[in-house]
């Protein structure tokens, strides 16, 4: 089973997305994409290398959709480790510069 660590970038877009849902759509939609948000990282755990690869963004970068959100992570097999970077709505023209903070 891999160890998935989530991103300070990550944690904050996860808080930013819930907090918007909350005031948006109310608490009962933030509350469900919380949970699939939680179940996405526990998949991660027993499968990381599930997600479709993105060579454009990184080497080892893959993506895992809650939608319309799209969880940006890599894979290291060889610590295994997953790497959640960043939570960004699938409208967002995705790029590496998504991965590095200001």
Do not use: N, W
């Amino acid at each position: 089973m891999a160890r998935v660590i989530v991103s300070l970038l990550a944690q904050a877009d996860s808080a930013y997305i819930i907090i918007d849902l909350v005031a948006k759509a109310g608490h009962r939609v933030a509350a469900k994409y919380a949970s699939d948000f939680e179940a996405l990282c526990e998949r991660l755990a027993i499968h990381p290398d599930s997600g479709p690869c993105r060579p454009a963004i990184g080497e080892r970068v893959r993506i895992g959709i809650v939608s319309p959100y799209i969880v940006i992570y890599e894979y290291e097999p060889a610590s295994g480790i997953v790497t959640i970077f960043r939570i960004v709505h699938g409208r967002r023209k995705i790029t590496g510069d998504l991965l590095v903070g200001d």
